[in-house]
C-alpha cells in the first residue's frame, strides 16, 4: 500500500473518466467505486515535493472544472497511511493546512502500530 491517497467521492465511470481528463491522470476507473490516486514516499521524492503540495498541484488548478462536473466541497479526501513503532506524532504547518483548505478538502490518517 503507498502511504497517500487522493480520493474523489464520485461513483460513476462517466465523472471518474472526465476527472482523469481534467488532472491529466490515468487512473482505472470502476463503477460504484470512488475515483483514487496514490502516491509513494519514493514518487514524492523524486519530484521533491510534499504530499499535501503534490495533491493541491493537482486539485487547485483543476478545482473549477470539477465543480462543473459536481464534485462537491467535502467530495475530496487527502489520506495519509502511517504504521509506527512505540509513538506516531504528526504535524502540519499553517501554510499546508491552508491548501487542503483551499482545495476543500478532508484530511484522513489512518495510524497503525506494527
Avoid at 513503532?85 to 484522513?108: G, H, I, V, Y
Wanted: proline share 4%; with cysteine.
Amino acid at each position: 500500500m503507498k502511504p497517500y491517497l487522493l480520493r474523489i467521492d464520485v461513483f460513476d465511470r462517466e465523472r471518474q473518466e472526465a476527472i482523469n481528463r481534467i488532472l491529466g491522470l490515468e487512473v482505472p476507473v470502476e463503477e460504484g467505486s470512488w475515483w483514487q490516486h496514490d502516491v509513494s514516499w519514493e514518487e514524492l521524492d523524486q519530484r521533491g515535493t510534499y504530499f499535501i503540495d503534490y495533491y493541491a498541484g493537482l486539485i487547485l488548478p483543476a478545482l473549477p472544472a470539477l465543480k462543473e462536473i459536481g464534485v462537491e466541497k467535502g467530495d475530496i479526501t487527502v489520506w495519509f497511511f502511517y504504521e509506527y513503532e512505540e509513538q506516531c506524532n504528526m504535524a502540519f504547518d499553517p501554510e499546508r493546512m491552508a491548501l487542503l483548505s483551499r482545495m476543500e478538502a478532508t484530511l484522513c490518517i489512518s495510524c497503525w502500530q506494527k
